[in-house]
Nanobody
Framework: QVQLVESGGGLVQAGGSLRLSCAAS????????MGWFRQAPGKEREFVAA???????RYADSVKGRFTISRDNAKNTRYLQMNSLKPEDTGDYYC??????????????WGQGTQVTVSS
């Protein structure tokens, strides 16, 4: 099992940056891959970025070149560095984890979410 806690959200002007953190705990955390999703008000949750244990990463087209996912294995923490933020990036951001190919579509474990608001 794995538990996830996100932090780092807030209010930022367009063009600014934020770094989200996802702290993970659990006996078998090292066997999990992790990713990030977001949900704008009134819309469905969508994939943002993912990081696999082998070092592979994947990004949604809407954030490529602006967002970077990374991890600190010693601290069991994942990060999402968000640069050049746009108003359309506004939403609740969730950390997620899974052990299967479903990571980017319907992962098994979720954090509680952290809110990101980008003003124009």
């Amino acid at each position: 099992q794995v538990q996830l806690v996100e932090s780092g959200g807030g209010l930022v002007q367009a063009g600014g940056s934020l770094r989200l953190s996802c702290a993970a705990s659990g006996r078998t955390f090292s066997t999990y891959d992790m990713g990030w999703f977001r949900q704008a008000p009134g819309k469905e949750r969508e994939f943002v970025a993912a990081s696999w244990r082998n070092g592979d990463t994947r990004y949604a087209d809407s954030v490529k070149g602006r967002f970077t996912i990374s991890r600190d294995n010693a601290k069991n923490t994942r990060y999402l560095q968000m640069n050049s933020l746009k108003p359309e990036d506004t939403g609740d951001y969730y950390c997620a984890a899974d052990q299967t190919v479903l990571l980017t579509t319907s992962p098994r474990y979720w954090g509680q979410g952290t809110q990101v608001t980008v003003s124009s």
